[in-house]
Structure formats: structure tokens, C-alpha cells
């Protein structure tokens, strides 16, 4: 009878191991809420997250990617997102940082959104893989954006014209560009020709379009490692005063233009909403570890 006892016990212990190994190993859903296809808020955001609200999506509701990616939108600009938050178009978003037009939107609408920092990403530089420059400084960046660095030999390149390609004013790299390189006024008019109005539309500009080789550009880390990484075929990142992005040197603050991206509701969202609920999954650590998985850089 003891020998059974013990043999007994030993089963159990091996049972609850597993269990709780394959607990561990596997991001569950919210606990507290049914997510259905038709209470499922309706969410949107910027591009490069959408990977993680397709992961996000799926997982709540049990689907595959693919019926995920249908009933989401992840398209337009950050402030378009912002503004289709605020009208009620979208329940949740997750995007970048709002610019000041978006801002201007909420005070006029008189809409307050509550948001949560859920991950890092970072501004970087891009040329074609035909320039000889590997590395720019941040004051060599400034002062092609000025205007006052014009040819590349200026920064230890090739005798060409610099072409310095800029996003829309309303993108979210344009406002990422805006606060962390802060030029205000200072920022060089650029012709319509070298402003660009998607993110693959200059990703293009830089690696494929003739006169590339000349060609300057920024973007976020994410959407070009992870989305469009066949551009680096025939682009490549530049490091700045010495330090390249990586998921490493973003995670640390090393590289210098890092950023924040947002998970975002209407601050007036109840406390039992779909939308409430499903953000305060996000946020948690099974959210987190969600994103991990899909290679974003989380808090």
C-alpha cells in the first residue's frame, strides 16, 4: 500500500509539472471576457504594428492570421488613426506617437485618450548599398536637413548630390523625425518630388528608383527588419555616432532617435467594454509576451 501511495503521489507531481509547463510556454486569452467575432472592438493603427494586432486579434479570438488581418486596419497615417479613434471609427488603436495635428483633433472634438506604452522602436537612416557611408553623426544628419550638407563627400562619401528624401507631415515618421532630430523651423523645404507619402514609397525611393545611390531616408526600425526587409537587398541602415539599430541597442537607449508605441482607447471607455478589457490584456504580461514573439521591443 505504501509502495502504491508514493507511486501515486509521483503521477500527480509529473502532471501538475506539465501543466504548468505548458502554461508557461503558451499566451492565453483574457480570462474575464468572451471575445466574440461581433463584440470584437474594431482597431486600427499604424502599419508597422500591424504584425501585433494581427497576433493580437488571432489570439483573442482564436482564429488564424488570415481572419485576423480581415477585421483589423492598419493603413493610412498615424494621425488619420488618431482622428478615426476619437470619431469612433475604430474602438482601439495601436500606433506611434501622435503628432500635433492629431493633438489639435482630440482638444477640438474634446475627446481625451488614454494610452499605454507597450513597446520601443526607433527612427533610422537608410541609403542605398552602393554608397561607401556606413555611418552618420547626429549633427551631420541635422545638417543635411537643414539643408547645409548637401553632397555626400561632405560626410565621407562619393562626390554626389545628397538626396534627402522626407515624409508627410501627418506620418508617424515624420513625427518621430519631428521630435527626436527637432529641427522646428530649421527643417529644409522639400520638393514634392522628394516627399513621400507611405513608408514602402520611400523604402522604394532609397533602394530602387534611379539616381538611389544618392538617395537618403528614414524610417522606423521595425516596419523595415521585420516587413520589408527584402529592401535591405539594396538599402542598408546606417548607424549614428557609431552605434547601428538593433533590438539590443533600441531596447538599451543606445541608439539615439528611440521611441515609444502606443496601445490607445477613449478615456471615457467603460470599465467593462470590449475595448477597456481587451487593453488592459495588452498591457499585461501575457500582452507583452505577445509581442516578444512577434520581435518588437516591449517595456
Known sequence: MKKILILMAFIML???????EKASDETTQPQQFDFTLDNYPKMGGSLANLPLGEAVTATVLGIDREKAASMITFEGSTTDNYEALVDGTFDIILAYEMGDDAKAYCK???????????GADALVFIC??????????QTQIEEIYKGNITNWSEVGGTDHDIIPYQRNKDSGSQTLFDKLVNLGDELMEAPNDIKIGSMIGLLTAVADYENS???LGYTVYYYLTNMEDDKLDTSKLLS?????PTNESIASGEYPY???????????????SPERILYNWIISE?????????NYVVK
Open 128 to 137: 542605398s548599398l552602393e554608397n561607401e557611408v556606413k555611418n552618420l553623426t
Open 258 to 272: 528611440v521611441n515609444d508605441f502606443y496601445v490607445v482607447i477613449r478615456k471615457d471607455a467603460a470599465a467593462d
Open 240 to 244: 549614428v555616432d557609431g552605434i547601428a
Open 108 to 118: 477640438e472634438k474634446g475627446v481625451e485618450l488614454e494610452m499605454t506604452a507597450i
Open 286 to 294: 501575457q500582452g507583452k509576451e505577445l509581442a516578444r514573439r512577434e
Open 14 to 20: 509529473v502532471c501538475i509539472c506539465g501543466c504548468t
Open 213 to 215: 545611390a544618392d538617395a
